[in-house]
């Protein structure tokens, strides 16, 4: 049902940033956290903050990249218990601010961005069709609207994932499985903390997370925030390229 409390959460990109304020979020007594990650030292501090507020966790250092790893993670997860929801959060960020992106870094963008969403969600899918029921959760960006000079492998990352998971919602709905896009703006993370611009309606990962679990509560299908910044983002969608080019190409680069 889409108002009841999942009890089995896993998280991707969960040492830090919005993955790590959504698995505190999500920690209280009778859930369980499958937390991943590529810092072992750092997922290690949010089990212990999940467990003081008395949730149970598990931790696996993995890259999403590797989809073989990923697939075996997440089936062993799930036979630990049925996946409730599934958080495809894990992402990396890179710009033009040094210069016109390079293939190494556009290449590496998409493996996370993409490729890795992909290797969390297909495995999972199976067995939620299986049983009728869970959640699948894709983190994509208000970037995603439309292509950011700025940012292109990024824009581009992210636009691929809201579309597959818009799609993947209508596919999957069907046989009980509810997939939700969520799309945030500038949030205060390692991630954003490189830039060196100012970030309008700058949010925290800790609001950005509550944001998030109750647009997944509520089944919403995208989930943009905040409204400022996502109305902004909208429109230069809807807008022709003759008038929105002119405009993006003279924002910041993204770090």
Known sequence: MANSEPAHILITGASSGIGAALALAYARPGAH????????ERLADVAAQVAARGATSSTAAVDVCDRNAVADWMIS???????DLVIANAGISGGTHGGPESPDQTRAIFAVNLDGVLNVALPIIPRMIARRSGQIAIISSLAGY??????PAYSGSKAAVKAWGEALRGDLAPHGVRVNVVMPGFIK??????NGFTMPFLMSAEKAAEVIQRGLAADRARIAFPFPTAFLAWLMSALSPVIADPILRRLPKKD
């Open 189 to 194: 993370t390692p991630m954003t903390d490189v």
């Open 146 to 151: 439309r292509g950011l000079p700025g940012a």
């Open 77 to 83: 997860a799930e036979d630990h218990a049925p996946l």
């Open 33 to 40: 956290l499958s937390l991943g990650g590529r810092n072992q």
